[in-house]
């Protein structure tokens, strides 16, 4: 019996059917709506698909090339793993939860999540202040909002996700490129874009 994995929500006016390499090999996705918002899903064999890293990142890029197709569209990203009975539970799901999804889709309208990170040089002393101020005088007024990540290394000065209007992602890159010419040695990983997991907050549970 194939149930529906669901990768994201989107406006009833973005929806999208295409083929994809999908997790737990599922091979198209497809919407399953409520008339006024949709899940984006495709079919698989399994109500528990493996977290291995192939689904994983099958899950996130099957979100960004729904994002970035035909011009982009704004999609809220449901988490890793969100398998549903049927289309039914599916729409009953959009149903409770359609407030929480209307307002996440609002907060992101043409936007996305990039990532920036700044790593200090293997040898010799870096301002770490410095360079935080200059990170959030060059970026921080580009962005729709700003998140702080975990500093999971020593040498991380700071780690950030950015929520970045689509039409203003030039303007963006170019100030990431400032940062780097302005702190000699230092190295700015610049990574995205992605689904703008850090700026949504919608939860519901999977339901098989």
Known sequence: ????????????????????????????????????????????????????????????????????????????????????????????????????????????????????????PPEGPVDDEAIRSTVSDELDGLARDVAENGLFSDRLVLNRSYLVARDERGEFDEAVGRVEDRHEGVIVRYTGPYAPYSFVDVKIGAQA
């Open 1 to 120: 019996m194939s149930r529906p994995y669901a990768y994201g929500v989107v406006d009833i006016d973005e929806t999208i059917e295409r083929s994809v390499d999908g997790v737990g090999d599922g091979d198209r996705v497809y919407p399953i709506d409520n008339g006024a918002i949709a899940a984006l899903v495709s079919d698989i064999e399994t109500a528990e698909p493996d977290r291995s890293d192939e689904n994983v990142r099958r899950h996130d890029e099957v979100l960004r090339a729904l994002m970035t197709a035909d011009g982009g569209r704004t999609v809220v990203p449901m988490r890793y793993g969100m398998v549903f009975r049927d289309a039914e539970t599916v729409r009953n799901v959009l149903d409770g939860a359609a407030s929480a999804f209307r307002a996440s889709l609002a907060e992101i309208e043409g936007a996305e999540e990039l990532g920036v990170s700044v790593v200090r």
